[in-house]
């Protein structure tokens, strides 16, 4: 008896992977936490490219008469109040705390960049093709978490010369350890997969493999670590501003101020305060939207 | 056993080895060392004579073999700032160093442990609830802005504790509480982590199933399977500290190693700058060959590896 020919109704081929994103964000959204920390990002993110267009003072406007350090609220000779205060210059706080947001966001992304390539690369040929390979990389990556990373970067930029590019250098170039690691991992567990094993057998080339196939499984993991990784950026930014080894004043940054606000602790709490705590809310959102990441993508990574 | 602690050690001297080489190589980043130690205005003749006398001019291997030769024996050359030797320069101030991470580290270890256990135990209740966000605060917090707050409450504000310096115990605890915040959060979140992965695992249901009451379940077969990640992060915690401790001692004006680099630096003091990064690179080193050591301990199948 002949079987009548159905058509098997499949998925289509655009469907599925796009509902599959969908489930993923709704799942993430569900955890108010990682919702909050994607938010705050956000606003930051908006005050660091709008901050021309938001901030009411210009930054860089000094005004050494009797406008120098001001408490928050005070209202000028204009009439304009400044809601956080003035600091020794006579410049709004405000104005370059939103301004600093600037060089804290650009290299933690750039920086972020450059160690995840660097770690996505290492951790994908260590992981494939294990052996020696993996031996070396693995000892460089001892050498490097050998150092105490701010001193290497200290040197290293004390030697160079403090700017925007060097701090972004330096930073990207001795973070690549810990995405190395998680990418070597995956590719460990993976590699043994049928998946994996059947492209080889169809005679694929290994370049194809890490390329097609292992690849896009890893970035799951990668993408936390970058999340995490840039709240650590952030943090070693500032510092590195602290030490006035970062981007050179009068340029705001929140590490600088931080410096600056120390000297006046005394008479002018708000001065190292407000940095500060932008600092504090910036990372934390991060890392709030960078644990909801891993919640919802593998509880288990190990980050 | 030996053969598992052997490779270890040629491991550690290999990353020793490239230390060394990353220490030396720090100088000759600009091409030109000379001109990186001598002041700005130097004339082009002091720098080619000094170029001579420090014999830059030499193959760059047989630079470093020199470099290396001296690093062996503690040689780093004399301070420009000070005129002493460099090397003495950063072993004296060792001890302060030591002394500010390891009072971090411990009040680390003793608020987060007991901390994450607990979070792990009463989980999802208030107590669980509020050492999460603590954790989660003390992650985030830029530990030179707390360093700073916590001077303008109890030093300047209350006049409760000195903001600098080094002598009695009252001067260590601002800068040990400042260094160690992020430790402790860092260790409670995964000790609570940990412990909760072992309580889920199968031989914690059965010791419960036969009834075994709770603290010696929690304390006997959970605590020293959740030591092994522990134990693995204390000894990264410590490179973490000593490297922290730059920022802490800076602030505080404690007197050691991280401070002296900061400000040779600043004095263009590069062969002190050498002798402290290679210092406490191989310290760093050395705490992790130990903490592999305990680690064949509390997991013995380590060894067989």
């Known amino acids: 008896m002949s079987v009548p020919a159905t058509a098997i109704a499949l998925p289509e081929a655009t469907g599925a992977p796009r509902r599959e994103w969908l489930v993923f964000a709704r799942r993430l959204a569900a955890r108010r936490t990682a919702l909050f920390g994607a938010v705050v990002v956000a606003l930051v993110l908006v005050t660091a490219l709008a901050a ?13 008469g009797d406008q120098r350090l001001k408490p928050p609220g005070w209202r000028d000779a204009a009439g304009r109040v400044h809601p956080l205060g003035t600091d020794h210059l006579g410049r709004d706080v405000l104005a370059r705390v939103m301004f600093g947001a600037r060089p804290a966001l650009l290299v933690g992304f750039a920086a972020v960049v450059i160690s995840g390539m660097l770690g996505l ?66 590719v460990f567990s993976l590699r043994e997969r049928e998946f994996v094993q059947a492209a080889l057998a169809l005679g694929s080339g290994d370049g194809r493999v890490l390329l097609r196939h292992v690849l896009p499984n890893v970035l799951t993991p990668w993408l936390v670590v970058a999340t995490l990784d840039m709240a650590r950026v952030i943090v070693i930014e500032s510092a590195l501003s602290f030490l006035g080894l970062g981007v050179q004043p009068p340029d705001p940054t929140w590490g600088g101020m931080l410096a600056d606000g ?3 602790i005394t008479t002018a709490w708000w001065l190292a305060t407000f940095p500060g705590l932008a600092i504090l809310v910036t990372v934390l959102g991060i890392n709030l939207f960078g644990d909801g990441l891993r919640d919802t993508l593998d509880p288990r990574l190990k980050v | 056993m030996t053969t598992y602690f052997t490779r270890r050690l040629l491991q550690s001297l290999v990353v020793l080895l490239g ?27 002091d720098v080619r004579r000094f170029r001579e006398a420090m014999g830059f001019n030499d193959p760059f291997l047989v630079q470093y073999g020199r470099f290396l030769g ?13 005129g002493e030797p460099a090397f003495h320069l950063v072993a004296e101030r060792m001890p302060a160093t030591f002394e500010l991470a390891g009072a971090a580290l411990l009040i680390a270890l003793v608020l987060a442990i007991p901390a994450g256990i607990i979070s792990a135990v009463r989980r999802n209740t208030a107590i669980d609830y509020v050492s999460t966000v603590v954790a989660l605060l003390g992650q985030s917090m830029p530990t030179f802005w707390l360093g700073i707050m916590l001077i303008l409450l109890f030093s300047v504000q209350f006049h409760l504790l000195p903001s600098s310096g080094r002598g009695t115990v009252e001067h260590l605890v601002l800068p ?14 995964l000790t609570r982590s940990g412990m909760l992965e072992v309580l889920s695992q199968d031989y914690i249901r059965t010791a419960r199933a036969k009834g075994v009451s709770d603290p010696p379940v929690v304390w006997k077969h959970a605590l020293k399977n959740a030591a092994i990640p522990i134990v693995t992060i204390v000894g990264i915690e410590l490179g973490t500290l000593l490297g922290g401790a730059v920022i802490t001692e800076t602030i505080f004006a404690w007197p050691g190693v991280g401070r002296l680099s900061v400000q040779a630096i600043a004095n263009r003091d590069y062969p002190v700058v050498q002798a402290a990064v290679f210092l406490l690179a191989t310290t760093f080193i050395l705490v992790n060959l130990a903490v592999d050591v305990v680690y064949t301990y509390l997991d013995p199948r380590i060894r067989l590896r």
């Open chain 1, 52 to 64: 021309p267009l938001l901030s009411p003072f210009d930054p860089l406007a000094q005004e050494l």
């Open chain 1, 121 to 186: 690369a290492a951790g994908l040929v260590s992981g494939y093709f294990g052996g020696r390979v993996d031996d070396v990389l693995m000892r460089l990556a001892d050498i490097q978490l050998a150092f105490p990373f701010i001193l290497l970067a200290i040197a290293v930029i004390g030697v160079l010369g403090p700017s925007l590019a060097t701090i972004i250098v330096v930073i990207g170039v001795s973070s690549w350890v810990v995405y190395a690691r998680i990418v070597r991992g995956a």
């Open chain 1, 262 to 264: 120390r000297v006046y």
């Open chain 2, 19 to 45: 230390v060394s080489f990353v220490v030396f190589f720090i100088l000759h980043l600009t091409g030109d060392p000379a001109l990186v130690l001598l002041p700005p205005d130097a004339s082009a003749d």
């Open chain 2, 70 to 82: 001296g690093a062996l024996r503690g040689d780093f050359g004399q301070s420009i700032r000070h």
């Open chain 2, 176 to 189: 040990a509480v400042t260094l160690g915040l992020f430790t402790t959060a860092r260790i409670t979140r």
